[in-house]
C-alpha cells in the first residue's frame, strides 16, 4: 500500500511482459468506454489488478485539418480551426488569427484585444468546468459533472449572446473580433460569474474535502518535475509539479500583462494537486473576467479593416504563436510561401505530450481502476493528438 | 418473438487467424418478423420509452451529450439513458463525422448491438460530409455502412435538438417504421461492400454479435 | 541573441539567422547536425522545452523543411531549427534520446511525409491512420479531393462554390453578365 | 387458521409480486431523490418497469453456454430464496412467507449464492471486463460480509435464536426494544455491511462504468438482462425486510413496512450521492477495519 505523500516514480523504461506466460491479462480500454477522455484507447497489460505496460492508439478523430487548410484560402480556415479542439476552439482562433496577423503585419485595435481576452478566459472557465465534471466522474462522483456541466452550460449562454455560437464561436478572426458586445452582456457575464462562483464552493466542499477523493487521488499519477523538459509538459500539470510557467505571464499576449493575476504552482504534483491548482485557476479565471469587464474600453472600434478576404494574399513567411490553453502550451506554426493559401499549417497541442508519452509512463504500476482518474486528471484531449 | 427459420449463408471470416475463426459466429445476420398487432405496438412503446445509448463518443458532436446528460437538459427525463456496453444498449448515437478508423470500431459495435437497435447521426458530416468533404479520412455518408434512422442537422446540433431528434426516434419507433436491423440484414451483402470498400484493414470477423 | 547565432555558426554550421519576433528567431542547420545542434541547445544553451516537431513539403525545392521549435524558459526566447532533407531519400537522426515526446513527433513525420527516423521506438507502426494505402498524406503531390471522391461515395445534390466567383454572382448579378 | 400447503404457496407468491413492484418503485423513486441531489427532473418512477418490458421483448440474444444463461437463474434464485425464508411482515398470514420453515443462516446463504452463481455465469461470459468486475465483486462481498455475519451472530447471541420470527417478536413493544437501541453496535457495522451489499457508492467499482465498464453484466443483455433487472428489484426488497426485521423491530402491516424500508433505503443513497467510489483493495481495507471492530465489540457486548 503506497501511502500518502510517499511518491513512487514511475519506471521510464518499458517492461516486456511474456504475453504467452498466462499471467498477464491483455485488455482494451476504449475506444468504446466511458472511462476515457474522448475517443482514443489504450492497450493495458495487467497482472492481476495492477497495469504493467500501456501503450496509447491514437487517430479516431484524424480529419486531416493540416492537409485540409493547405487546400482552402487563409480566411475559409476559420470555420475549421476552432473545430481542433471542441472543449475551447477560442484558442485555435486566437493563435491563427494572431499568426495570420503577425505574418500580414496588421494590428488589432484595443477593444479586441479585450474581448479577446475576455473570450479565452471564458472558454478556460468553461473547460475547467467541463473538466472537473470529468475528474469527479472518473472517481464515481456523478453529482459533482451534473452540477459543473450546468455551470459550463451558463457560460456557453454567454457565447451564444456574444457570438451566436454555442460550441463553436469563430469570434476571434484576423483584424480583430467579429462583432462588438451586445447591450447588458457585461452585466450578464458578472451575474454568471456570481453563480459559479457559488457553485464552485459548494464543489470545493464536496469534492476536495472528500475524504473518499483523497484516497484516490492523493498520490495518484506522480509526475517528477525534471520531466516537465524531458517530457514537454506545459499547462496546470507542469505548475503542480512546481515548476512555474505561465506562457500567460511569459509570453505576455493580449491584455494579460495589464491585468492582476499571480501564478499558482504546486509541489506535490499527482492527481490532487493538480485537481486543486485547477480548481484555485477557475477562481483565477473568474477574478480575470471581472478584472476585464472593468477595464474593457467602452467605445472604439473592434476590427480593423482587411482587404478581401476572397483575395487576400498574405507576404510569404513563418512564425509560430502560443497561447496558454487550459491544458498547457497551445501554439500553431503558420508558413505562408506569399500565396492565397497556406503552405503549412501545424498544431501544437499540449496532449500530444500529456496523453501519449507521460500517459504512457505514468500508468505503470497504477491500478485498472484509477487509469481512467489518472487519464481525466492529466486533462487530454485526443482531437489535438491527431488533428 | 416469431421467427423465420431460415438458415443464413455462412461468412468468410477472411483475415482472420485460423485459431481465431473458431470465436466468431460464421451465420450471416438475418431478418426478425415483428410480432402481430397489439402486441408489436406494446413492444415498440417500451422500446421507444427506454432508450439506451452506447456510450460510445464517436466524435466531436459527443461533447453535446454531456449537456443533454446533465441538469440543463436531463434526457433522463424521456426515459434516455446512457449505457457503457453495446450489448445493452439499443441506440448509437454516432457524434459527427467518422474517420475509417472509428468506422471500423462503430460498424463493430453496431453490430454487436441486440435488436431491435436504432442509430442516431448527428451533424452534416454524418449526411454528406460536411465540413470535411474532401478529408482523405473521413466517409461522407454514414448510411453507406449502417442504417441510420435519424439525421440532426447542425454543426453540431444543439442539445435542443437533440432532444428533438430523440422524439422523432420515438414517433418512428411507435409507428414500427425504425426496423434498422432487418434492414441492415437484407442489404447485409451491401453494406459488407460498402464497409470493405473502404476499411482496408480488415482483420475482424464479418459479423461479429 | 546575436551571441548565440554566432556560437551556433561556429560550433554547427547554422546559418540565416533570422529575428521573426522579438522572442522568436529561426536558423538553419545541415540535417547532419541537426541532432547535435538541438543536443547541444538542450544540454548547453538552455533550450530544454521541446515545443514541437513537424516538416514542411517544399516540393519545388525538391526538400523537406524539418522544423524543431525549443524554447528557452529562463530568457523567455523560442528558436526554430530548420533543416532541409533531401525528398527523394528523406532520412533523419532520431531525437528520441534527447525529449521524451520526440518519438510521437517522428512518427508522426513518418506517417505524414514518409521522412524516416531509424532507431525511434515504435516509427514503423501506424500512428493515426489504419491500413493506409496512399503514399504519404501530407505531400504536396497528395491530392486530397481526388482521394475522397475515389475512395468515398458522397450524397447526390452536393454543390461546391468557387468562393470568388459564388460572392461575385450573388453580390453583383449584372456584372457576371 | 392455518392455510394448506397450496394455500402457503399461493400466498408466497402474492408475497413475491408485492415486494417485487414495491422494489421497481423503491428504485424508480430513488433514482428520482438522486437526481434532485443532482438538481435534475429524474426519470419517470415507472422506468425500471419499461426497462424490463423492453429488455424482455429485445428480438435477439447471444449465448455463451449453459452457465451464462444459469447465472441469472442463479442470481434470481439467490433473490427469491432470501425473501422466501424472512417475514416480511411480521404476524401476517400473507407475508410470512416461508420464515418459519428456515432460518438466519440460511438466508444469509442465499444473499452469498446468488453472488457466487453470478460470477460463474459472467465468468463464462468470456469478456475481460467480466472477469474483472467478478474478482472485483468476490473480494468485496467476503470483506463486507465479516462486519455483516458478526453483527448477525450478536443478534443471534443476543436473542438466543437464529429464527427471524423469535427475533422480531423479541423487538416488539415499543421502539426501545429494536436492537437500534439494545445493541447499536450490532445495527452500526451491519448497514455499513449493507451499502457494500447494495453496491451503492462509495463501494460501486464493481458496477462502475468509467472504471472497466460495467462488472459482472457486461456480456448479459436482452431477456437475461431483464432477469437481472427483476432480481434487483426483489433482492433489494429481501435485503431491506431482512435489515427491518433484524434491526428495527420488524413491521406489523404493510404500511410500516414500506416506511422502515424506504427510510432504510435511503441511507444508501444519502451516502451515495455524497462520495466517489472505494477501489476495491480500498474497500476491503475499509470493511476489515473499523466495521469489523465495531462488529466484533457489538458480539462482546452481547455475549457479556
Same mark, same amino acid.
Given at each position: 500500500m503506497r501511502r500518502q505523500n510517499e511518491h513512487v516514480i514511475p519506471p521510464e523504461t518499458r517492461a516486456t511482459p511474456d504475453l504467452s506466460s498466462g499471467k498477464y491479462l491483455v485488455m482494451w480500454q476504449g475506444p468504446q468506454h466511458p472511462g476515457i477522455t474522448g475517443n482514443m484507447s489504450l492497450r493495458l497489460v495487467a497482472d492481476g489488478d495492477t497495469v504493467v505496460d500501456c501503450e496509447t492508439h491514437v487517430g479516431y478523430l484524424h480529419r486531416g485539418f493540416e492537409k485540409l487548410m493547405e487546400r482552402r484560402l487563409?480566411?475559409?480556415?476559420?470555420?475549421?480551426?476552432?473545430?481542433?479542439?471542441?472543449?475551447?476552439?477560442?484558442?485555435?482562433?486566437?493563435?491563427y488569427a494572431a499568426?495570420?496577423?503577425?505574418?500580414?503585419?496588421?494590428?488589432?485595435p484595443?477593444?479586441?484585444?479585450?474581448?479577446?481576452?475576455?473570450?479565452?478566459?471564458?472558454?478556460?472557465?468553461?473547460?475547467?468546468?467541463?473538466?472537473?465534471?470529468?475528474?469527479?466522474?472518473?472517481?464515481?462522483?456523478?453529482?459533482?459533472?451534473?452540477?459543473?456541466?450546468?455551470?459550463?452550460?451558463?457560460?456557453?449562454? +454567454?457565447?451564444?449572446? +456574444?457570438?451566436?455560437?454555442?460550441?463553436?464561436?469563430?469570434?476571434?478572426?484576423?483584424g480583430g473580433v467579429r462583432g462588438d458586445v451586445p447591450d447588458g452582456f457585461l452585466d450578464h457575464v458578472l451575474e454568471t460569474m456570481q453563480v459559479i462562483k457559488k457553485n464552485l464552493d459548494d464543489?470545493?466542499?464536496?469534492?476536495?474535502?472528500?475524504?473518499?477523493?483523497?484516497?484516490?487521488?492523493?498520490?495518484?499519477?506522480?509526475?517528477?518535475?525534471?520531466?516537465?523538459?524531458?517530457?514537454?509538459?506545459?499547462?496546470?500539470?507542469?505548475?503542480?509539479?512546481?515548476?512555474?510557467?505561465d506562457l500567460r505571464k511569459d509570453l505576455g499576449y493580449l491584455a494579460y500583462p495589464q491585468l492582476d493575476f499571480k501564478l499558482i504552482t504546486g509541489g506535490?504534483?499527482?492527481?490532487?494537486?493538480?485537481?486543486?491548482?485547477?480548481?484555485?485557476?477557475?477562481?483565477?479565471?473568474?477574478?480575470?473576467?471581472?478584472?476585464?469587464?472593468?477595464?474593457?474600453?467602452?467605445?472604439?472600434?473592434?476590427?480593423?479593416?482587411?482587404?478581401?478576404?476572397?483575395?487576400?494574399?498574405?507576404?510569404?513567411?513563418?512564425?509560430?504563436?502560443?497561447?496558454?490553453?487550459?491544458?498547457g502550451e497551445y501554439g500553431f506554426y503558420v508558413v505562408s510561401d506569399g500565396g492565397d493559401k497556406p503552405r503549412r499549417v501545424a498544431v501544437r497541442g499540449p496532449s500530444y505530450t500529456h496523453a501519449v508519452s507521460v500517459m504512457e509512463r505514468l500508468v505503470r504500476g497504477v491500478n485498472i481502476a484509477d487509469v481512467a482518474g489518472l487519464m481525466v486528471s492529466l486533462h487530454t484531449y485526443p482531437p489535438e493528438i491527431e488533428r | 418473438m416469431s421467427d423465420k427459420k431460415i438458415i443464413p449463408a455462412p461468412l468468410a471470416n477472411e483475415g482472420l487467424p485460423p485459431d481465431e475463426r473458431g470465436l466468431f459466429c460464421d451465420a450471416a445476420p438475418r431478418e426478425y418478423e415483428p410480432a402481430r398487432g397489439i402486441m408489436e405496438d406494446f413492444a415498440n412503446w417500451a422500446r421507444s420509452e427506454s432508450l439506451w445509448i452506447l456510450g460510445f463518443g464517436t466524435g466531436c458532436g459527443a461533447i453535446e451529450l454531456r449537456p443533454l446528460m446533465t441538469s440543463r437538459f436531463d434526457m433522463y427525463r424521456y426515459g434516455i439513458q446512457p449505457r457503457p456496453t453495446p450489448r445493452q444498449s439499443s441506440v448509437f448515437v454516432i457524434g459527427g463525422y467518422a474517420s475509417v478508423k472509428t468506422l471500423k470500431r462503430i460498424v463493430r459495435s453496431y453490430e454487436?448491438?441486440?435488436?431491435?437497435?436504432?442509430?442516431?447521426?448527428?451533424?452534416?458530416?454524418?449526411?454528406?460530409?460536411?465540413?470535411?468533404?474532401?478529408?482523405?479520412?473521413?466517409?461522407?455518408?454514414?448510411?453507406?455502412?449502417?442504417?441510420?434512422?435519424?439525421?440532426?442537422?447542425?454543426?453540431?446540433?444543439?442539445?435542443?435538438?437533440?432532444?428533438?431528434?430523440?422524439?422523432?426516434?420515438?414517433?418512428?419507433i411507435r409507428a414500427g417504421r425504425a426496423e434498422g436491423q432487418n434492414e441492415y440484414a437484407r442489404n447485409f451483402e451491401w453494406f459488407k461492400a460498402n464497409q470493405k470498400k473502404v476499411i482496408k484493414d480488415w482483420n475482424m470477423p464479418d459479423y461479429n454479435w | 541573441m546575436n551571441e548565440l547565432a554566432k556560437e551556433l555558426a561556429a560550433r554547427y554550421g547554422a546559418r540565416d539567422w533570422h529575428d521573426r519576433r522579438g522572442d522568436l528567431s529561426s536558423t538553419v542547420v545541415d540535417p547532419i547536425r541537426l541532432h547535435d545542434t538541438l543536443a547541444w541547445l538542450k544540454d548547453s544553451a538552455g533550450y530544454a522545452h521541446l515545443s514541437f516537431a513537424t516538416a514542411v513539403d517544399n516540393i519545388e525545392r525538391g526538400v523537406f523543411t524539418l522544423t524543431y521549435t525549443v524554447r528557452n524558459h529562463e530568457q523567455g526566447h523560442s528558436l526554430m531549427v530548420h533543416a532541409d532533407v533531401d525528398r527523394a531519400n528523406p532520412v533523419v537522426d532520431s531525437i528520441h534520446l534527447l525529449w521524451g515526446q520526440g518519438w510521437t513527433y517522428q512518427r508522426e513525420m513518418k506517417e505524414w511525409f514518409g521522412i524516416d527516423f531509424p532507431g525511434s521506438p515504435r516509427v514503423d507502426e501506424e500512428f493515426v491512420l489504419e491500413g493506409w494505402e496512399g503514399p504519404p498524406m501530407m505531400r504536396r503531390d497528395f491530392d486530397s479531393l481526388a482521394y475522397s471522391d475515389a475512395t468515398y461515395e458522397g450524397r447526390p445534390g452536393r454543390v461546391t462554390h468557387d468562393p470568388a466567383t459564388r460572392m461575385q454572382e450573388r453580390l453583383y448579378p449584372e456584372a457576371g453578365k | 387458521m392455518e392455510p394448506t400447503l397450496l394455500g402457503r404457496i399461493g400466498?408466497?407468491?402474492?408475497?413475491?409480486?408485492?415486494?417485487?413492484?414495491?422494489?421497481?418503485?423503491?428504485?424508480?423513486s430513488m433514482a428520482r431523490i438522486s437526481a434532485k441531489v443532482q438538481g435534475r427532473v429524474g426519470q419517470p418512477v415507472y422506468q425500471p418497469y419499461i426497462d424490463i418490458i423492453k429488455s424482455s421483448v429485445k428480438r435477439n440474444a447471444i449465448s455463451h453456454g449453459i452457465m451464462f444463461y444459469l447465472g441469472p437463474v442463479f442470481r434470481l434464485a439467490g433473490g427469491v430464496g432470501t425473501y422466501m425464508f424472512i417475514p416480511a411482515v411480521f404476524g401476517s398470514v400473507v407475508f410470512r412467507n416461508f420464515s418459519d420453515s428456515g432460518d438466519l443462516l440460511l438466508v444469509m446463504y442465499f444473499i452469498f449464492f446468488g453472488q457466487l452463481g453470478m460470477a460463474l455465469g459472467a465468468g463464462e461470459g468470456g469478456h475481460p471486463y467480466s472477469a474483472i468486475g467478478v474478482s472485483r465483486g468476490l473480494a468485496q462481498m467476503t470483506a463486507f460480509e465479516v462486519p455483516f455475519a458478526l453483527s448477525v451472530i450478536a443478534v443471534a447471541i443476543q436473542y438466543g435464536t437464529l429464527d427471524i420470527n423469535a427475533i422480531v417478536g423479541a423487538q416488539q413493544g415499543g421502539f426501545l426494544n429494536w436492537t437500534l437501541f439494545t445493541n447499536p453496535l450490532a445495527v452500526v457495522a451491519a448497514i455499513i455491511a449493507f451499502l457494500g451489499m447494495s453496491m451503492h457508492n462509495p463501494f460501486s467499482v464493481v458496477i462502475a462504468p468509467q472504471e472497466i465498464p460495467i462488472g459482472p453484466p457486461t456480456e448479459y443483455q436482452a431477456n437475461l438482462l431483464g432477469m437481472l433487472q427483476t432480481n434487483r428489484a426483489i433482492f433489494n426488497g429481501a435485503k431491506l425486510v431482512l435489515y427491518m426485521n433484524l434491526f428495527f423491530g420488524g413491521a406489523t402491516n404493510i404500511l410500516v413496512m414500506v416506511v422502515k424500508t424506504f427510510l432504510?433505503?435511503?441511507?444508501?443513497?444519502?451516502?451515495?450521492?455524497?462520495?466517489?467510489?472505494?477501489?476495491?483493495?480500498?474497500?476491503?481495507?475499509?470493511?476489515?477495519?473499523?466495521?469489523?471492530?465495531?462488529?466484533?465489540?457489538?458480539?462482546?457486548?452481547?455475549?457479556?
Open positions: 487563409w480566411m475559409q480556415n476559420f470555420p475549421l480551426v476552432c473545430r481542433i479542439a471542441v472543449p475551447e476552439p477560442d484558442f485555435n482562433e486566437y493563435c499568426a495570420l496577423e503577425e505574418l500580414a503585419g496588421v494590428t488589432v484595443e477593444k479586441a484585444v479585450w474581448l479577446r481576452t475576455l473570450s479565452l478566459e471564458m472558454i478556460r472557465l468553461a473547460s475547467f468546468l467541463m473538466w472537473i465534471g470529468g475528474q469527479a466522474g472518473a472517481f464515481g462522483h456523478g453529482t459533482i459533472a451534473q452540477w459543473s456541466v450546468t455551470m459550463r452550460d451558463y457560460v456557453l449562454d +454567454l457565447f451564444e449572446e +456574444l457570438s451566436g455560437g454555442r460550441i463553436y464561436h469563430m469570434y476571434i478572426i484576423p464543489i470545493e466542499l464536496v469534492m476536495f474535502h472528500n475524504a473518499v477523493f483523497k484516497m484516490r487521488a492523493v498520490g495518484l499519477g506522480y509526475i517528477p518535475p525534471d520531466w516537465v523538459d524531458k517530457y514537454g509538459i506545459t499547462g496546470p500539470n507542469a505548475r503542480s509539479a512546481g515548476v512555474a510557467r506535490r504534483s499527482d492527481a490532487f494537486e493538480r485537481a486543486e491548482l485547477r480548481l484555485a485557476e477557475m477562481y483565477q479565471s473568474i477574478d480575470l473576467i471581472r478584472q476585464i469587464v472593468a477595464r474593457m474600453p467602452k467605445d472604439g472600434p473592434f476590427r480593423e479593416r482587411l482587404p478581401n478576404p476572397l483575395h487576400w494574399k498574405i507576404p510569404a513567411g513563418e512564425t509560430y504563436v502560443a497561447a496558454e490553453c487550459t491544458r | 454487436q448491438m441486440m435488436g431491435p437497435k436504432f442509430v442516431v447521426a448527428l451533424g452534416s458530416c454524418t449526411i454528406n460530409g460536411g465540413m470535411y468533404w474532401d478529408s482523405y479520412n473521413t466517409i461522407k455518408r454514414i448510411d453507406q455502412y449502417i442504417p441510420v434512422d435519424v439525421y440532426i442537422t447542425g454543426c453540431m446540433p444543439r442539445p435542443e435538438a437533440l432532444l428533438a431528434g430523440f422524439q422523432e426516434l420515438k414517433k418512428i | - | 400466498y408466497a407468491f402474492l408475497s413475491l409480486f408485492v415486494i417485487t413492484n414495491y422494489g421497481l418503485l423503491l428504485i424508480g432504510i433505503y435511503f441511507i444508501n443513497v444519502f451516502v451515495g450521492q455524497a462520495f466517489p467510489r472505494f477501489r476495491t483493495d480500498q474497500s476491503i481495507r475499509f470493511f476489515l477495519g473499523v466495521p469489523t471492530l465495531i462488529g466484533i465489540a457489538s458480539v462482546i457486548i452481547a455475549a457479556v
